[in-house]
Structure formats: C-alpha cells, structure tokens
Nanobody, 115 residues
Framework: QVQLVESGGGLVQAGGSLRLSCAAS????????MGWYRQAPGKQRELVAS???????NYADSVKGRFTISRDNAKKTLYLQMNSLKPEDTAVYYC?????????WGQGTQVTVSS
C-alpha cells in the first residue's frame, strides 16, 4: 500500500522559513515524478513545485526564487524548502506522487504565515 506522509508544517512569521518533508512507503520512487501542491481556504488546489525522476524542477510563478524542491531517492523522501514566506503562502500543503495514470496524495500539512 502506497503511503505519503508529510511533516514540517507549522506557524511562522512573514519572512521566515520552513522545510517540508514527504516520506513515501510501499513504492519505489526513484524514477517517478513528485510534487507539492497547496490549497488555501476557499481556493482550488494548486501546483507549487514539481520534480521529475531525473531531477528537473518546475515552480509556480508565485514561489520562484523563494521555494526549492528536492528529493532523496535513497530515503524515498521529497522536500520543499520554503524561504521568505508570505501570508499568502498560508495553506495546507500536499505531497503528490504520480505513477502512470495514478495519483497518490499525502494527508497534508498546515502552513500558516502570520503578518
């Protein structure tokens, strides 16, 4: 059974940093694309950043230059380093793993940025 477990969320002041982690189990992730999404109250879930199995990355315009996505395939863990956080970054952040036509999601971790 595939499981994705996020951690690292919390409350931080504007300008601060957080590092999210997503640990995968039940599946080998080495060559699978993974990503971070977020959903703020009353808004649709949106892509924050993604990374291919080969390590190519893609970022939403709103986080470029502030967030960095990375992965450790040996540990089957995905990371999101978030710097210069803004109140508008407040959301539940979800880890995503794609396998062919399947999408796996974590339970989400809350990130709250106070002004």
């Amino acid at each position: 059974q595939v499981q994705l477990v996020e951690s690292g969320g919390g409350l931080v002041q504007a300008g601060g940093s957080l590092r999210l982690s997503c640990a995968a189990s039940g599946i080998g992730v080495s060559w699978l694309p993974m990503g971070w999404y977020r959903q703020a109250p009353g808004k649709q879930r949106e892509l924050v950043a993604s990374i291919t199995g080969g390590g190519s990355t893609n970022y939403a315009d709103s986080v470029k230059g502030r967030f960095t996505i990375s992965r450790d395939n040996a540990k089957k863990t995905l990371y999101l380093q978030m710097n210069s956080l803004k109140p508008e970054d407040t959301a539940v952040y979800y880890c995503n793993l794609k396998q062919l036509t399947l999408n796996y999601w974590g339970q989400g971790t809350q990130v709250t940025v106070s002004s």
